[in-house]
């Protein structure tokens, strides 16, 4: 490197710089039309940024609520020939923040231990003992077979099973539901919530609410007391049909708090919405029902139950929301972030000047004052990167100049030491003998280079070639050609050598293929380059000599002669 680019290297990097400052360039168009659509775009942007920071709370940090949920469920009903309290027709948690009311029921009285006919299917209807399995116990069966073939009543015989006798009788719902009248029933929903990152508790229920108000989504929105019936009737679904299969109905609890004490507000939103499949067919068990027992134990000490198959309504308190206090940080963030939509103007404008599609903009005088302010044309590089490397001597050069002549006499730049390969300058180059005898010729050929017709070359051994870029040989001075040396044989053209190489990126590669001979070929660009530049980032702009370049082609040729460049 010149020592006066290297001073200036060295000056760059000075305690001075860091007093200095740098901005870029501003160039002021004076124009009522760009300044007019500038301030309109700002003003268009000032107006979305607020409106956004103050809808939707940008300048408060968020937290979500944790939740826990409470609920009573209050009514009587005369059904069935008997009274139904709350005891009767509801029944604990089926999951969390949920309740069940019994609107529909199929009881079996009276059951015990023992043997007695299956309920009668296309499974279990029998006329001999053969069609039954003994100890075969299907999934929807009541119990395991026995074996034999008894009287399910006067006209069907079903297999016998061990079971509860006698087996569950009816298969359908009741319709009308059971406990059609539950759509009265009450609940109170009792929620707490809390948000953890400002320490703030809320309930659903203040102090001295009126405990006897219903919830009204006009008239009463904060009741925290529901009718069943007016919860389905705000999800348009019908109480008595739901209630003969079941279902599952979900209450929503949306809490959306502003904590700010000169805003507060954090008061609950009540929303409903049926969650099961009410189009679901038989087969896929629609509603929603289960079976529980009550167990009694007889004089004679027998156990005795009643089975009861439950029919009702699944409600599922759903509770979500979130709540949110000022936070300058949170300011600071956002306008941050927004700071970039300014940058709509320049970009904007900047399209309206500049481009050539636009129509109102073609030929205008303030395009080219304005491109001739901010812009800078200049011609970019015209020469080519190229590294060469000679034998007799110790460096890499860098030519990154126009060719005027051949590569072999252009100047060029040391850029770094040879590491890869030893200086053959001043050294008698052996001749391989060679194992291989379609080595030899190649190896002892002594055809030298026409002086008239390559008059770049210095080892006697390169070729013409048109391209300047070329023109190169493997020695700065006269001396014996690297092409020569045993230990090029060895590294560059040594067709084992080259085939370990291949065979070790690509294990599979056949080695007696039609185009093995390119790949030898460039393996032996590649052996070179390593030799003689080592690995790195000049690979790609690294020069081969043309002695060296015709001698790899000599050996592995190409099979239409034709070659394109490595």
């Not at 609520?65 to 009903?77: C, D, F, M």
């Not at 809490?255 to 008061?267: G, Q």
């Given at each position: 490197m010149p020592e006066t680019e290297a001073a200036g290297m060295a000056g760059g990097c000075g305690l001075s710089d860091i007093c200095e400052y740098e901005t870029n360039k501003v160039v002021r168009i004076r124009s009522v039309k760009y300044g007019t659509l500038k301030c309109a775009i700002h003003l268009v942007v000032v107006l979305y940024v607020g409106f956004v920071l103050v809808t939707d709370k940008r300048y408060q940090k968020q937290d979500s609520?944790?939740?826990?949920?409470?609920?009573?469920?209050?009514?009587?009903?005369e059904a069935d020939n008997r009274i139904w309290d709350t005891a009767e027709y509801t029944l604990p948690m089926q999951g969390v923040n949920s309740f069940f009311v019994i609107t529909n029921i199929i009881r079996t009285e009276k059951q015990v231990q023992g043997f007695c006919a299956e309920y009668p299917s296309p499974r279990t209807i029998c006329s001999t003992d053969k069609v039954c399995?003994?100890?075969?116990?299907?999934?929807?069966?009541?119990?395991?077979?026995?074996?034999?073939?008894?009287?399910y009543n006067s006209t069907l015989r079903t297999c016998e099973v061990a079971a509860w006798c006698p087996v569950e009788s009816e298969r359908n719902a009741p319709e009308p539901a059971v406990l059609n009248s539950a759509e009265n029933f009450t609940v109170l929903i009792k929620n707490n919530i809390h948000f953890p990152a400002f320490d703030h508790t809320v309930k659903n229920i203040?102090?001295?609410?009126n405990v006897s108000c219903t919830f009204n989504r006009f008239t009463d929105p904060q009741c925290p007391i529901f009718r069943l019936g007016d919860i389905?009737?705000?999800?348009?679904?019908?109480?008595?049909e739901v209630a003969i299969q079941g279902g599952i109905?979900?209450?929503?609890?949306?809490?959306?708090?502003?904590?700010?004490?000169?805003?507060?507000?954090?008061?609950?939103?009540?929303?409903?919405?049926?969650?099961?499949?009410?189009?679901?067919?038989?087969a896929l068990y629609p509603g929603y029902n289960f079976r529980f027992a009550k167990y009694f134990k007889l004089p004679d000490g027998r156990e005795e139950r009643m089975l009861i198959k439950a029919y009702g309504i699944r409600f599922d308190v759903l509770v979500f929301g979130k709540g949110g206090k000022f936070n300058i940080f949170e300011v600071m963030v956002y306008i941050g972030s927004v700071l970039s939509y300014f940058g709509l103007a320049v970009l904007?404008?900047?399209?309206?000047?500049?481009?050539?599609?636009?129509?109102?903009c073609k030929g205008s005088v303030v395009k080219k004052y304005y491109l001739g302010k901010k812009s800078e044309s200049v011609i970019g590089p015209r020469s080519a990167v190229m590294y060469v490397s000679f034998v007799d001597s110790e460096h890499i050069l860098l030519v990154d100049c126009v060719l005027r002549s051949s590569l072999q006499k252009a100047k060029g730049q040391i850029v770094e030491m040879q590491q890869s390969g030893r200086s053959l300058r001043d050294v008698q180059l052996p001749v391989l003998v060679s194992q291989n005898p379609e080595e030899l010729p190649l190896l002892n050929r002594s055809g030298k280079s026409d002086p008239e017709s390559v008059p770049w070359c210095v080892c006697g051994r390169c070729y013409s070639?048109?391209?300047l870029k070329e023109q190169l040989c493997c020695r700065q001075s006269k001396g014996p050609c690297v092409t020569a040396a045993s230990l090029f044989a060895r590294l560059v053209l040594s067709r084992p050598t080259l085939e370990f190489i291949l065979l070790y990126k690509e294990p599979l590669l056949d080695l007696h293929s039609a185009d093995i001979n390119d790949k030898l070929r460039h393996g032996a660009y590649a052996q070179y380059i390593h030799w003689r530049f080592g690995s790195g980032e000049i690979e790609s702009y690294v020069v081969i000599p043309s002695c060296c370049k015709q001698t790899?082609?000599?050996?592995?040729?190409?099979?239409?002669?034709?070659?394109?460049?490595?």
């Open positions: 609520v944790i939740s826990s949920v409470h609920t009573k469920v209050k009514g009587v009903v399995k003994k100890g075969h116990a299907a999934p929807q069966s009541n119990g395991i077979q026995t074996g034999r073939c008894v009287n203040v102090p001295g609410f389905f009737q705000a999800t348009r679904e019908n109480f008595s109905m979900g209450i929503e609890i949306n809490w959306n708090c502003n904590l700010d004490k000169w805003a507060y507000h954090c008061t609950p939103r009540y929303g409903f919405r049926r969650l099961d499949d009410k189009k679901a067919t038989e904007v404008i900047d399209f309206l000047i500049t481009s050539y599609v636009y129509p109102c070639m048109a391209k790899i082609r000599e050996m592995y040729p190409s099979k239409d002669g034709k070659y394109s460049g490595f």
